[in-house]
């Protein structure tokens, strides 16, 4: 267990002295929302009535954009051959680094988003609930996404690899997520549209770390 | 006393077999030198003796238990070498040390680094980032790893790769106790490591003879073999 902390730890640690990929996400996640009352012109109306989608999607698109890098440092210097052949398993060391990708790029996504619902003048009663889907709709991304990270590590243009492989399994967790969101402010419970998404989680929780673990055996051979 | 030994061992990278039907056996104490031409794969010896790569046939035991029947505890016992030093730009080369150490199952993994940073002769990159570490301060960054946490045995692939004189000395000497204290040692190089009686492995001995070649060819291969 000290071994899976410190390496969440040292995998932070990167993180932020390097500082980039956690901000970028954000500040992608940011101005994407932002390019829509330009596209869709200045409606309070419109707005509000896109504003869950809308940042759903958002929030999706920032995700995957950190993605590549999830492995890709550590498969260039060695360091995952060397993961690979510590004590830990390889499953832990699969979500050691998505927890620490989750704590880097969803976190500051889920403090941003009440800002944008403000921006999109989303109906205040959404706010808790935008939060609430957020909060476990993102490590749902991050876990499926270490999927397509580990598949196409070592693969030429990975990235655009990887967005092809991930979108479509990011499908249900945003048609569950911008739903609760649309249900509580037409005043219908979110509850079957949050329970769904509890159960996406539960299920991609273990099967996803196994499923990428088995991806870095591959490629570290 | 553990026998760390290989029977048999076939290896398949891509389409190409490297080697086939080759048998080493390292005991306490010992160093096992790889040694051969380019491409005679001796970094994939060394990375199927780590379990990085498995082999298309034969199989590895330690003490007589096959290893795929102990991959945790084959993984706890070995440290390996590999050409990439696996260094962190922007973490200190002493907190790269550390982790490592922790994940090795050091007790105090600080106190260790800055051990083995001495041991290697270069104390004063321990709070320098990695990325201005030369070529060969990396390199000694990566090989006071092995010393850093405790393991039997030794898989290093071309240790010596852009190390001074005198860091090749000091890792002579820290071969010479490793082996002293009962490890063992498994080595692929090209410059010249002293190492008493450390057994040689000629891989081109064990490189698969085309099927065109004649007959006389193969029986003179496999009589090596046996040897």
């Known amino acids: ?221 | 006393m553990p026998v760390f030994a290989g029977t048999e061992l076939t290896c398949l990278r891509g389409d190409r077999l490297v080697f086939t039907g080759l048998d080493f056996r390292i005991e306490p104490g010992e160093a096992l030198v790889l040694l051969g031409p380019n491409g005679s794969g001796k970094s994939s010896l060394l990375r199927v003796m780590a379990g990085l790569l498995k082999p298309l046939r034969g199989q590895l035991s330690w003490d007589g238990v096959a290893v795929t029947e102990d991959p945790d505890g084959h993984r706890s016992r070995i440290h390996y070498v590999g050409h990439l030093d696996a260094v962190k730009p922007v973490l200190s080369a002493v907190e790269n040390l550390a982790f490592w150490a922790t994940l090795g199952g050091a007790a105090d993994p600080r106190a260790n680094a800055h051990a083995a940073l001495d041991r290697l002769g270069v104390p004063h990159i321990a709070n320098v980032p990695g990325r201005y570490l030369s070529a060969g301060q990396k390199r000694r960054l990566n090989l006071a790893r092995v010393i850093a946490a405790p393991a039997a045995l030794w898989l290093l692939d071309e240790p010596t790769v852009a190390l001074d004189r005198a860091a090749i000395a000091l890792f002579e000497e820290i071969i010479a106790e490793h082996r002293a204290g009962g490890g063992m040692v498994a080595v692929s190089t090209h410059v010249d490591i002293a190492m008493p009686g450390a057994r040689d492995l000629h891989l081109d001995d064990f490189t698969p003879v085309p099927h065109d070649e004649d007959e006389t060819e193969h029986e003179d291969v496999e009589g090596e073999d046996a040897a």
């Open chain 1, 1 to 221: 267990m000290t071994r899976f902390l410190r390496l969440v730890g040292r995998d932070l640690h990167l993180a932020l002295r390097q500082g980039s990929d956690a901000s970028i996400a954000v500040m992608f996640f940011v101005l994407c929302v932002v390019l829509f009352p330009f596209g869709v012109g200045p409606e309070p109306n419109i707005l509000a009535r896109i504003a869950a989608g809308v940042i759903w999607v958002a929030a999706l698109l920032a995700s995957l954009l950190s993605l590549e890098r999830l492995f890709q440092n550590d498969y260039e210097d060695g360091s995952l051959e060397l993961l690979s052949l510590s004590t830990l398993p390889m499953e832990a060391v699969v979500l050691a680094k998505t927890l620490a990708h989750w704590l880097v790029t969803g976190v500051p996504l889920i403090v941003a988003a009440p800002l944008l619902a403000v921006l999109l003048n989303m109906n205040a009663e959404g706010f808790g609930i935008l939060v609430l889907t957020l909060l476990v709709g993102t490590p749902i991304l991050s876990l499926i996404g270490s999927i397509g990270a580990a598949l196409t590590l070592g693969a030429r243009r990975g990235g655009v690899l990887l967005s092809l492989l991930i979108l479509p399994l990011y499908i249900p967790v945003l048609i569950f997520g911008a739903g609760a969101i649309d249900a509580a402010l037409n005043g219908l419970t979110p509850r079957p549209h949050l329970l769904l998404l509890g159960s996406l989680l539960a299920g991609a929780l273990p099967l996803a770390p196994w499923a990428s673990a088995a991806a870095l055996r591959q490629a570290v051979e």
